[in-house]
């Protein structure tokens, strides 16, 4: 299985299995009440239980909101880097020897523009999967770094750097006077350190979509309300729609 099978598994097995245990607690819960709940006003006493049982379970941990904020910016950072990507893949080839110096200042300025937008969401999403942790954030961390590492030399030669935390920086001044077909070569061709993490970015925004399903499953457990697709959570993450083990 490829990794990326794996990474998709081990956080499905992770999520159905906290999501259900849960789910079950919740059910308990609303059991107890009711059968705590007796005398002459038993029929009311039940149904505010049940009320006040709900409105519990409409709310979510401390650790699961924060967990669901978490996410919640990185699913966005997430789709943000794949159009990034797409725009800085889309920098034209050119007749290189006969560009004119107004025109490859122009095709500088212009990349610039674009690799800073990919840094600022980059570094976003790398942030947020850092704050919320967890072994497939990890897995997904360490894939990106990899991604950098292989392309460190043409990286740095364009004024773009990884710090310690994994975040990215540019030197503007010195990305200006780089050379204009090694700008295209290296952040606009398939296969590029840009293209790499473009790709991941979207098993990192499925993986935030996975997460937050679940979080909004488990807020309202024992309600047997249907998402936004159309089916139940479980049933998608165990074998349908786009959460299969398939990545």
């Known amino acids: ?28 819960a609303i ?34 909101a ?5 996410y919640t910016t990185i699913k966005k950072a997430a789709g943000s880097v794949q159009s990034c990507v797409k725009n800085l893949l889309a920098l034209p080839d050119k007749e290189w020897d006969k560009m004119t ?24 999403m790398v942030k947020g999967m850092k704050d919320e942790g967890g072994k497939v954030n990890q897995i997904y961390l360490s894939q990106l770094k990899n991604y950098y590492d292989n392309s460190k ?3 740095e ?6 710090k310690d935390d994994g975040t990215l920086s540019v030197n503007g ?15 606009g061709s398939s296969g590029s350190f840009i293209d790499n993490v473009g790709k991941r970015a979207k098993d990192v925004e499925a993986n935030a979509e996975t997460n937050l399903a679940v979080l909004n499953k488990t807020q309202y457990a024992g309600n047997y309300t249907y998402d936004r ?13 786009k959460y299969n083990t398939k990545g």
Do not use: H, P, W
């Not at 002459?40 to 149904?47: P, T, V, Y």
């Not at 212009?110 to 570094?123: I, M, Q, T």
């Open 1 to 28: 299985m490829s990794l990326n099978g794996i990474s998709s598994l081990i956080t499905q097995n992770r999520l159905i299995s906290r999501a259900k245990s849960r789910s079950r607690s919740q059910s308990a």
């Open 31 to 64: 059991g107890s009440v009711l059968r705590n709940s007796s005398g002459s006003n038993g029929k009311d006493s039940r149904l505010n239980a049940i009320k006040n049982q709900s409105k519990n379970q409409n709310s979510l941990s401390a650790a699961d």
């Open 66 to 70: 924060k967990s669901k904020e978490y």
């Open 101 to 124: 110096e107004e025109e490859i200042t122009g095709y500088r300025e212009d990349a610039l523009s674009k690799v800073n937008s990919f840094v600022n969401d980059f570094n976003v």
């Open 153 to 155: 030399s043409d990286l």
């Open 157 to 162: 030669k364009l004024g773009i750097t990884m």
């Open 173 to 187: 001044e010195e990305f200006k006077k780089s050379d204009v077909q090694k700008i295209k070569k290296v952040l």
């Open 229 to 241: 697709y159309g089916s139940d959570i479980f049933d998608m993450l165990t074998g349908g729609s």
